[in-house]
């Protein structure tokens, strides 16, 4: 990677991918020698081999176990080094970073972002905003105020208007009673309805057409 593009790009940028890899490894290194120390001592006590001939033996076995999982260890941590060269930290063929902004370009976005005239006009697009708001509201409260006046207008009349077709009821019931009483008051003081009444009484033969038309009339009616 050295002399690479890749690397150029990330130097260009602060970044070094090779001193990322020395200290992974350096730290992994320190962490295996923190480990089979602590063992070291663990295995000594356990044992109880301090001041004996069995510590050099025990020393000797920790050794040797060591060396295998270094061995192991280096093996695996080679190949994750080139993976990290050649893929983690290569960029593109044909890769560059965007142009820094010259002084210029950037003291006039800050100009943009701090114009105390944009800044005035913001405030009072938002003034207005919430006075529109405000308004809205009111607006709202109104309409829901002459709706609900609206519905207890309607209601008022509704009941008005059972009221005065109940009472034209109770007067046409009336009436109609009224009219009844009338026409049999005047049935009963008819002199006709004695005579066919008297004339049924001796019998059907005895009475004329237009008496039994009445009579029949007078039965409907009943």
């Keep these: 990677m050295e002399g690479s593009e890749s690397e150029a790009v990330f130097e260009s ?6 001193l990322f890899i020395n200290e ?6 320190d962490l295996l020698d923190d480990a089979f120390h602590f063992y070291n001592q663990e295995a000594s006590n356990l044992f109880k081999t301090d001041g004996t001939d069995r510590s050099r033996f025990l020393s000797e076995g920790i050794a040797y176990i060591r060396n295998m999982i270094q061995s192991d260890l280096d093996t695996r941590l080679g ?3 080139k993976y990290c060269l050649h893929h983690v930290f290569a960029v593109p063929k044909g890769f560059s970073l965007p142009q820094t902004e010259s002084p210029t370009e950037t003291f006039t976005c800050q100009d943009l972002l701090f114009d ?7 405030d009072i697009l938002r003034n207005r905003l919430t006075m529109v708001g405000k308004e809205s509201a009111g607006l ?6 002459l709706e609900r006046q609206s519905a207890s207008n309607m209601f008022q009349d509704m009941l008005s208007t059972m009221s005065e077709l109940h009472e034209k009821m109770e007067k046409l019931r009336t009436r109609k009673v009224e009219n009844l ?5 005047k049935r009963i003081k008819d002199p006709n309805r004695d005579l066919l009444a008297s004339n049924y009484r001796k019998g059907l033969p005895n009475a004329t057409v237009e008496d039994i038309q009445e ?8």
Excluded at 13 to 18: A, G, I, K, Y
Excluded at 215 to 222: G, H, I
């Design 13 to 18: 940028l602060n970044l070094s991918p090779r």
């Design 116 to 122: 105390p005239d944009l800044d005035a006009q913001l």
């Design 181 to 185: 009483e009338c026409i049999r008051a």
């Design 24 to 29: 992974t490894l350096n730290t992994v290194d």
């Design 215 to 222: 009579f029949m009339a007078d039965l409907k009616r009943m």
């Design 140 to 145: 709202n409260h109104e309409l829901q105020a």
């Design 79 to 81: 190949m994750w080094e």
